[in-house]
């Protein structure tokens, strides 16, 4: 059941929606970009997050009851949750408790996996991302992902980046540069490459090719990124490095990040759920959501202090 | 034993007997694979001296510039350029017919037909090889050669174009399942990479994924241009066998290896026209070795700017 907090008119989201393509002439400029245009009004849910309006940033999910099954075993269910805009938000719990499953539902990455049925409700800036008329691939440009491994498609430096802006349509050289540039830039990277944005991506060290997926998935400027566990793959410099990326980064964007680290969800998170699947026998569930310190130094639950303190998981 | 532990892994003796294993397998390993070069020299010796005779007679240069081939007149022609000529035109068409289909299709298995698909799919194009390249010629023979004639208008329906589609119908096992293979090596993390960035399937498989298998498939077109020169039933079957000068596809030609078929047997052993034979397979085995060789740098130098 879908309970709308508040409901406004279609002008009312075209309002929220930022245009992706500045400078591209703005033609779809008061649309929602990612409705395709024959299901334009079809929209059933118009509610804006109470967050998102209280916020007045962009990049604010709303989840009411999700549930994802892979095939028929029901893996998580009934998950409500605010994410703020602008706020690290980070999901911690112990290994197959749904965490990275529940991430991939914001940007509809579930649906590559196969088998994968996902119910409830999640709305992006008050808009129904599951909804028929959402164009997954039109969703990911607002809502990018960073995997687990350094993913670098192999090309250079340069093109990896372009990479997305070239999807949305920007061929222009010297734009392409600029977006190549701010993005690297975002991404702490463009002091170590700006002299060999040429060189194939392959040569960078394995915390400068996570880095290089952050600028790459920054390239198209979206107002979400999600992070499946970022640095579970690198040493303990690239981590800080990714971290301090993460940090400055929340400015602008809202960051999703799945991690194993306790700590590290304690260092750079503003808010924090913690995720639990109990028995094989039941799906997982959101155990409890709240501000960091809050969760970290007293939380409700018994479970979770159990698994900060390190009792189990 | 006396010994407080181990002694008996340590013993002298049993050292002794690995360290011999040892050597007997490396020098078995050795033996197999110099033997390979071993038999690939030999080929070439044994092709070399056989065409020596047409080479001393009828001079290889000579031979390489012709355009005549007469074997049979007084005095023998010998100009090995029709015969060149049809078997490039005839692997020409292969390719044209093998690349586009055979990518496409390992794309189509490996990238967008569902599982079930893809396993209906892999046997049939194993049961594709399986296949007598006499039947594919008897098919060309009730086949293609009369929709060549009719569709083009043509006095007959046997021409390099015939043979060159039947080849590059042959091929196609072997270009879809290496280049399926390639395509498939590509790690699922890159395209969910591309998919997250706002690709479609489509976008990733061209702007991702095919690049990076690129390689690959470029080593399948390699193998299957291989079996496309070197095939010699179904192209004799199916275009014509006439040895002049091709101006088109629509030509009938006659391929080197249609020629050796076909001649061999009636040729005096140790004669002049049975030594030009020979010169002919010494001249396929060169193209192909120079195809060969091509493709390994060509890989070799794509392996060295993907995988760092």
């Known amino acids: 059941m879908v309970i709308p907090l508040h409901v406004s008119g279609n002008g009312g989201i075209a309002a929220g929606m930022r245009n992706l393509n500045a400078g591209s002439g703005g033609a779809d400029e008061g649309e929602p970009r990612f409705l395709r245009e024959e299901d334009e009004g079809d929209d059933p849910v118009v509610g804006v997050s109470a967050v998102a309006e209280a916020e007045g940033g962009l990049g604010a999910f709303a989840l009411a009851d999700v549930s994802v099954s892979y095939g028929r075993d029901r893996v998580l269910e009934g998950v409500s949750m605010d994410i703020p805009a602008q706020k690290v938000t980070a999901l911690i719990g112990p290994s197959g408790c749904g965490k990275s499953t529940l991430l991939r539902c914001l940007n509809r990455m579930n649906d590559e996996y196969g088998d994968v049925r996902v119910t409830g409700t999640i709305a992006l800036d008050g808009q129904d991302v599951m909804a028929k008329g959402v164009d997954p691939v039109e969703l990911r440009m607002r809502v990018g992902q960073v995997f687990q491994r350094p993913n670098p498609f192999p090309m250079t430096i340069f093109e990896n980046v372009a990479y997305g802006p070239r999807t949305q349509g920007i061929r222009a050289r010297d734009e392409l540069s600029a977006v190549v540039e701010e993005s690297l830039r975002g991404a702490a990277l463009w002091d170590e490459v700006k002299n060999s944005l040429k060189k194939h991506a392959f040569e960078l060290s394995g915390g400068q090719q996570q880095r290089l997926c952050i600028a790459r998935a920054l390239a198209t400027k979206p107002e979400v990124i999600l992070m499946d566990e970022p640095a579970s793959a690198l040493d303990p410099i690239s981590t800080q490095q990714i971290e301090d990326t993460i940090a400055e980064l929340k400015s602008t964007v809202t960051i999703v990040i799945v991690t194993h680290n306790m700590q590290q969800a304690a260092r750079i998170s503003d808010l924090t759920a913690f995720m639990l699947r109990e028995s094989l026998d039941r799906p997982a569930h959101l155990i409890e959501v709240g501000d960091t310190k809050h969760m970290f130094t007293n939380p409700d639950d018994p479970r979770t202090e159990s698994y900060i303190t390190g009792r189990f998981g | ?308």
């Open chain 2, 1 to 308: 034993m006396s010994e407080p532990f181990s002694s008996r892994r340590n013993s002298p003796g049993r050292t002794t007997f690995r360290r011999a294993a040892e050597g007997v397998a490396r020098g078995l390993i050795y033996t197999c694979g110099w033997a390979a070069i071993v038999v690939l020299a030999a080929i070439a010796v044994f092709l070399a001296t056989n065409a020596v005779r047409a080479m001393r007679e009828a001079g290889l240069s000579s031979m390489l510039s012709g355009t005549q081939w007469y074997p049979t007149s007084e005095p023998g022609k010998f100009g090995l350029l029709p015969l060149v000529l049809g078997s490039l035109y005839v692997t020409g068409v292969a390719l044209a017919v093998c690349v586009p289909l055979g990518v496409a299709a390992a794309v189509f298995i490996s990238e967008f037909a569902d599982k079930r698909l893809t396993e209906v799919m892999k046997s049939i194009i194993e049961f594709m090889t399986a296949v007598p390249s006499v039947v594919y010629g008897l098919i060309g023979v009730a086949v293609l050669i009369p929709f060549v004639k009719d569709a083009f208008g043509l006095d007959s329906g046997m021409t390099a174009l015939t043979g060159g589609v039947v080849l590059g119908v042959m091929s196609l096992p072997t270009v879809i399942s290496i280049s399926e293979d390639a395509l498939h090596a590509v790690p699922v993390d890159l395209r969910r990479g591309s998919a997250a960035l706002g690709n479609t399937r489509w976008q990733t498989t061209v702007k991702v994924t095919l690049p990076a298998a690129s390689s690959g498939i470029f080593a399948a077109v390699m193998l299957g241009l291989g079996r496309a020169i070197g095939e010699t039933m179904a192209v004799l079957m199916l275009t014509g066998n006439a040895a002049i000068m091709p101006t088109s596809v629509f030509d009938s030609v006659r391929t080197m290896t249609g020629t050796i078929a076909a001649e061999m047997g009636e040729v005096v052993q140790g004669g002049l026209h049975y030594s030009v034979l020979f010169t002919v397979g010494l001249v396929l085995f060169a193209i192909t070795f120079a195809i060969n060789l091509a493709a390994d740098i060509v890989l070799e130098r794509q392996r060295k700017r993907w995988r760092r």
